[in-house]
């Protein structure tokens, strides 16, 4: 009986090694910053703190932006759109975190918080993973969050009894992330929530770092539903 115990615990171990290694492999796979984004960004340029990517406002607002990328995808791959907000007063954080995973570190918003108190108000979201970390975040710690939004997303938990603020941006040819699916978790939502449909978005142009594997074709340019994201972002934040 010994035996088999030993033997079925050292299969186990087995098999958690070969799962553990498994997603290293498949993590190293990342989405890197595209052609399109340099055209328009000098990363070279893009300041780097403890709490991650930075992006400073000329004319500071007292409002902060904290962004978790979606899975596999290079926090660079947003500074486009990061670059959008800060122009507008936002003080903007994309956190470096660990494989590019924002579920791996749900609570790393906080190293941006502590660090900037000149900040009055935070928003915090991502895109499509992010966005779910993200609300993980929001879920503990709604305190300390002024509004909590998705791009390409949607909670895990269920805010439906809360009165934070919310937004959905979400696109018309996804697909990873189907309007439908949008639809059918909108009861995860605060009543305070707004959604806003990108025609002619994909999945991958929330960010600009190329085609993802599984998504449709968009039938608009990158920088026209990044511009859009950042309209919606902008009038969402300044309302709330």
């Given at each position: ?82 670059e959008k907000l800060s122009a507008e007063g936002f003080l903007v954080v994309i956190p470096q975190l660990p494989l590019n995973f924002g579920i791996l570190d749900v609570n790393k918003a906080d190293a941006a ?92 142009q929330f960010g600009l770092y190329g085609k993802q594997k599984g998504d449709n074709e968009a039938t608009i340019a990158p920088l026209d539903q990044q511009n859009q994201v950042a309209e919606a972002l902008l ?6």
């Amino acid at each position: 009986m010994k035996k088999w115990s030993i033997r079925i615990f050292l299969v186990l171990a087995g098999m958690l090694v070969l799962g553990a290694a498994a997603f290293l492999i498949y993590a190293q796979f990342q989405y890197s910053p595209s052609s399109v984004l340099k055209e328009q960004v000098d990363l070279a340029s893009i300041e780097t703190k403890e709490e991650g990517l930075l992006f400073q406002p000329d004319e500071p607002n007292g409002k902060g932006v904290i962004f978790y990328q979606g899975a596999k995808v290079q926090e660079e791959a947003y500074a486009y759109l990061a670059e959008k907000l800060s122009a507008e007063g936002f003080l903007v954080v994309i956190p470096q975190l660990p494989l590019n995973f924002g579920i791996l570190d749900v609570n790393k918003a906080d190293a941006a918080i502590d660090s900037h108190p000149e900040i009055e108000e935070w928003f915090i979201g991502g895109h499509s993973l992010g966005g779910v970390a993200a609300a993980m975040y929001a879920e503990n710690k709604e305190d300390k969050v002024a509004g909590l939004y998705f791009l390409a997303s949607y909670p895990a938990g269920d805010f439906s009894s809360t009165e934070l603020p919310m937004l959905s941006i979400y696109a018309e040819k996804d697909g990873l992330l189907t309007t439908a699916d949008i639809e059918k978790n909108r009861k995860g939502f605060s009543p305070d929530s707004r959604f806003v449909e990108i025609a002619g978005g994909n999945h991958a142009q929330f960010g600009l770092y190329g085609k993802q594997k599984g998504d449709n074709e968009a039938t608009i340019a990158p920088l026209d539903q990044q511009n859009q994201v950042a309209e919606a972002l902008l009038a969402w934040m300044n309302e709330n």
